[in-house]
């Protein structure tokens, strides 16, 4: 999927994925690595992998342990990398998706992002199945929160 970025955010994306790469410190090495192998601006990070930016609008997903990259199609997925990466880089409010009107809201957190089954838990870094953003795109199933992937049997996603 690609997102239609401006020619001021394209050199802001540019620029952050330069610092990056200038970043020579030990703790940086993996993010160096793997920003130097898609040449995109990391917007969300999990154990297996993650999702960049790249300067033409591509959303690329990439895992830490092999070198196969992809351009991400899932409208979920994309909105999860938009919105954790404005989190991070601000300048990327502006193409965070808008709600469309027939988008149904998140079952997992209720819209608020984190979620319920969570609430109370005292657990942060948690990305809610929608992607923090509160709602899932059409004709996305509302599928399962990824927490409970190891004791649901795959192709069960209710
Ligand atoms: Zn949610």
């Known amino acids: 999927m690609n ?3 401006s020619t001021e955010l394209v050199s802001r994306i540019e620029d952050r994925i330069q610092s990056i790469l200038a970043n020579e410190s030990a703790g940086n090495s993996h993010i160096r690595e793997v920003v130097r192998r898609t040449g995109a601006l990391p917007l969300a990070l999990d154990s297996g992998g993650g999702l960049s930016l790249a300067p033409n609008g591509d959303i690329i997903g990439f895992f830490w342990d092999h070198s196969e990259i992809d ?3 899932d409208p979920r997925l994309v909105n999860m990398a938009l919105l ?6 601000p300048e990327l409010e502006e193409i965070v998706p ?5 988008a149904a809201e998140c079952p997992h957190c209720k819209g608020t992002g984190y979620p319920t089954e969570l609430e109370g838990s005292g657990i ?3 990305v809610c199945y929608c992607g923090g953003i ?3 795109p059409p004709g996305d199933d509302g599928g399962k929160l990824s927490l409970r992937t190891a004791e649901t049997p795959s192709g069960d996603i209710k």
């Open 84 to 89: 954790q990466g404005s989190l991070k880089y």
């Open 71 to 73: 351009v991400e199609q």
């Open 98 to 102: 808008p709600r469309p009107a027939d």
């Open 3 to 5: 997102v239609i970025l």
């Open 124 to 126: 942060e870094n948690i």
């Open 134 to 136: 509160g709602w899932i």
